[in-house]
Structures are given as C-alpha cells and as structure tokens.
C-alpha cells in the first residue's frame, strides 16, 4: 500500500509531477476451475504538482488526457512489481492472503499448490485517476 507519492508523466512536451493524495483499491477474486484470477481497481485522487516546459493551457481536455496517460503508467508500475513477484515465486503481495479472505472454500483447496499456482495466476489491473481541477481555461 502506499500512501501517497509523485508520479512523473511525459505528455505534450511538458514533464508532470502528479501527486497521488489518496487512493482506493478494490479486490475481487474469481476461480475458473481451480485457478484464480485477481481483479484490482485503484480509484486514484490526485493533483498537478508541478510542470516543467509547459506552453499551453490547463484545459479539461488536457487534464482528461493527462488523467488517462497518468492511470497507464501507474498501471505499467502495479503490472511491473506483479510479474517481478511471479517471476520469483514470491507472494509478497499477499495475493494469497486475499484469496484465503474472499474465498475461504477455493483456497482450502489450492493451498497446498499456492506455490506452483501464483506464477500463472491471471492479475487485472484497473486505474482510474481524479487530477484535482482547479485554476482551468476551457
């Protein structure tokens, strides 16, 4: 979890500061069979810390477009420490936690597998980003 942090995101020629000020994370898990598939939704809040070479204007669309360019690269990040901890074989993530949490039944029967089944577990990530709007010319 983290609780807030600066994201830097390249867009229109200009280099971005976002700052995450706060985030909501929902989990869901569902089986096919006995494999399991996490879905995680980050609802992020965050606001346009600051911007080096900007020429334009702070424009609803611009904000939109930089909302959408912001949720990829945190998107790519979650993607990145995923595939690093499968990569390993190692739950840091507590993936199994959660499966034990929100299905009690399926993970009593996979447990004793968790260890070659968490490579090849299905991961969806989900971000959606809030840039505050203030100070904008539509």
Avoid: C, R
Wanted: proline share 2%.
């Amino acid at each position: 979890d983290i609780k807030s942090g600066i994201v830097n995101v390249e867009f229109d020629d200009s280099k971005h500061g976002i700052e995450i000020m706060k985030y909501n994370k929902k989990i869901n898990v569902s089986f096919n069979n006995e494999i399991p598939t996490i879905d995680i939704t980050l609802d992020v809040k965050a606001s346009l810390g600051e911007i080096d070479d900007f020429k334009g204007h702070l424009t609803e669309d611009y904000i939109t477009s930089l909302e959408n360019i912001t949720a990829g690269v945190i998107k790519k990040e979650v993607e990145s420490v995923i595939n690093k901890a499968q990569n390993i074989n190692t739950d840091f993530l507590g993936f199994s936690s959660i499966i034990y949490k929100k299905k009690p039944k399926k993970w009593k029967n996979i447990k004793d597998d968790w260890e070659s089944i968490f490579p090849g577990t299905k991961v969806n990530i989900n971000v959606n980003v809030n840039i505050f709007k203030t100070g904008l010319k539509s």
